[in-house]
């Protein structure tokens, strides 16, 4: 989620993904783990299907595995009603959770479907106000609907996923017609990357 970057941490994840299933086949957390490093770092839709459809089989119940693939595999090809069911599976095996219902609310976003998007988000933040992805998506579905102030303000409560946020924050910006804005903002993703931040 751009708390650390993506070219180091994900190299790292896939070997010790590899190294505990070559320990035990059937750990669901490294058959998930393997799933969202391929579908995120290599993009091999295919392959991460079968990691997240390994791990399900192996744990029907696992909440993680499920809203991943939903997420990670099934939205991305805009497979929007199997990403939906599986988030709706996640939400049976772990209510608490803010980031299952902020994917279901990413999936409602790609539907332009506002409305459910918000009631999903609202039931994250409800969980966990200050939780970063809920906020993200939120500071999306509000700039969407022209609500540039709102979402401003959410991206503003997602600083851990700082990179992100103010990306979100440069859209908002050009969306609302404030090309100074964006640019400045812009600049500074561009010297954070330079930095490695990204």
């Not at 751009?2 to 320990?23: C, D, G, N």
């Amino acid at each position: 989620y751009a708390v650390m970057p993506r070219r180091i941490v994900m190299p790292q994840a896939e070997a010790a993904a590899r190294k505990a299933l070559a320990i035990d086949e059937s750990l669901v957390e490294a058959h998930a783990a393997l799933g969202l490093v391929t579908a995120i770092h290599k993009f091999d839709w295919n392959a991460a299907r079968a990691h997240f459809e390994r791990a399900i089989e192996v744990a029907p119940d696992h909440a993680t595995a499920r809203y991943w693939f939903a997420m990670f595999v099934l939205l991305p090809q805009s497979q929007f009603d199997e990403a939906l069911g599986q988030v709706e599976w996640a939400a049976q095996f772990d209510p608490v959770n803010p980031a299952i219902p902020a994917t279901a609310g990413i999936i409602h976003l790609m539907r332009s479907d506002f409305e459910k998007a918000q009631e999903s988000l609202r039931t994250a933040i409800t969980l966990e106000p200050g939780h970063p992805l809920s906020n993200i998506v939120l500071g999306w579905v509000l700039g969407s609907t022209g609500d540039f102030d709102a979402a401003n303000a959410a991206f503003e409560k997602a600083q851990p996923m700082r990179v992100v946020a103010r990306g979100g924050q440069a859209w908002v910006a050009a969306l609302s017609g404030d090309q100074a804005k964006a640019e400045t903002i812009l600049a500074e993703l561009r010297e954070m990357s330079a930095k490695g931040n990204s």
